[in-house]
């Protein structure tokens, strides 16, 4: 390994300092490992396919509980978070619903663990659940050792405060540190004896993005009790486009049924990253160009996002990355005090709304394309989700509107007749 790891400190993720020469020539000299790739493909993928129609079938027919803890969001350890005796960041955190927390922990940064010990000790006393995520770099695919001495040291610090370790992050981008999917075996299997010796659960693969011929070699492989993906949409806009004709919908009934049949069970899934990133935060951004959206896109996209993922059935929890970040988190730090963007609200509404309700269905699809009304129900309260990812029209509920919240919570008039669905969601209650 010629080259030294660099970390982007603006975009919380590393730059891509790995020359392509060196990239090419491993896939070459490793070209065996694309054969046994594709054989877990073929002989999971198959099964897969009949659990996706399956499971595609029933999405968004069946009643679904969404528990409130499925609305969760990460966290960073910062200077402030850490020694804040007002707890700023903890009431944050509660004041939006969020109920469980996940909190990175690089390998590079083995001098902050006390730190980080520290916040996830103050995340716990205040009721708050934590799942950490270990991070790697090019080094520990060759320093194993080393690797699994730091494994062991986070979970004996951490596993008091917190039952769930990802293990591994975003391994499929090279600027991650691993070059190829047995390269990640390796990482993982120093966890699963430590798992089984902390009583500890391991949640895994962490595959970013629509990468998901990586859950067959995978999931097959290593004994995880949550099965996790970074699955961001942003490329694409909205949560309801599709890539490569794959609605995020689609996208959540394939990652199921894949870590289904790879796993030889029902499988429990989670989604351990996505965001928006915002236009005009410059080097605070994690991408370029299309992905950025304005904060009220983000705070709409939100919404949605959640909503498609959790009144599907296949989805247990969502981690929103982050609270507080000037790219994209829910709180811009940039400023003091720190300020809540529009997308902190939407969170927080959406929270008190569908935490601990019931998807009963959708109301007859609205007529223009892109119109959505998911039904819920809540305490003996019926209400509606409703919004568009087209143009705008008027949609007449067939029974009597009582009151109307906008995305952020606030009271909108109700007058006889239709109502206009947007794209930002607004919530509609039955008298």
């Known amino acids: 390994m010629k080259y030294s790891f660099e970390w ?3 975009a919380d993720q590393p730059h891509n300092v790995a020359p392509r020469s060196e990239r090419t020539l491993h896939h070459f000299k490793h070209w065996r490992t694309y ?3 594709v054989a877990a493909d073929l002989h999971y993928g198959f099964r897969g396919l009949r659990l996706y129609r399956r499971y595609r079938k029933a999405m968004y027919r069946e009643p679904v509980r969404i528990d409130p803890s499925a609305f969760a969001v990460s966290v960073s350890p910062t200077s402030r978070s850490v020694s804040d005796p007002s707890g700023d960041v903890i009431e944050l955190l509660k004041a939006a619903g969020v109920q469980e927390t996940l909190v990175r922990i690089p390998s590079w940064e083995k001098g902050r663990l006390a730190d980080c010990e520290k916040f996830a000790a103050r995340l716990h006393a205040q009721g708050l659940g934590l799942t950490i995520a270990v991070l790697q770099r090019r080094e520990d695919v060759f320093e194993q050792a080393a690797w699994a001495g730091f494994l062991e040291d986070v979970f004996a610090r951490f596993r008091p405060f917190c039952p769930n ?3 591994g992050h975003a391994w499929n981008r090279t600027k991650w540190g691993v070059w190829d999917y047995t390269e990640y075996l390796k990482l993982v299997q120093p966890a699963i004896k430590l798992r089984d010796k902390y009583g500890a659960k391991l949640v895994g693969p962490a595959v970013i993005d629509f990468e998901f011929h990586l859950y067959p070699p995978t999931v097959s492989r290593l004994p995880f009790d ?5 699955l961001y949409v942003d490329r694409v806009g909205a949560p309801e486009n599709a890539q490569f004709g794959w609605t995020t919908a689609m996208k959540t009934a394939l990652f199921k049924a894949l870590a289904d049949a790879s796993a030889g069970r029902d499988c429990d899934c989670w989604i351990t990253e996505v965001n928006w ?13 299309e992905p950025n959206v304005t904060e009220e896109e983000q705070a709409d996209l939100l919404v949605r996002y959640y909503l498609i993922c959790l009144a599907g059935g296949l989805i247990e929890r969502v981690y929103w990355w982050q609270l507080a970040a000037p790219g994209y988190g829910l709180i811009d730090s940039r400023e003091e005090p720190w300020r809540k963007r529009p997308s902190y609200h939407a969170f927080r509404t959406m929270t008190g709304i569908i935490g601990g309700s019931t998807f009963v269905g959708r109301e007859g699809r609205p007529e223009r394309a892109g119109g959505e009304i998911f039904l819920f129900e809540k305490q003996g309260r019926e209400f509606a989700v409703c919004w568009t990812k087209g143009a705008p029209f008027e949609h007449e509920f067939l029974r009597p509107v009582k009151r109307i919240l906008d995305r952020d919570g606030k009271d909108l008039e109700v007058r006889p007749g239709p109502i206009e669905i947007e794209g930002s969601p607004k919530y509609v209650f039955f008298a």
């Open 226 to 230: 949550k099965v996790s993906s970074l």
């Open 8 to 10: 982007n400190e603006f």
């Open 165 to 167: 370790f990802e293990v």
């Open 35 to 37: 054969f046994s790739l």
């Open 277 to 289: 990133p915002l236009q005009g935060t410059g080097k605070f951004s994690p991408a370029s160009g």
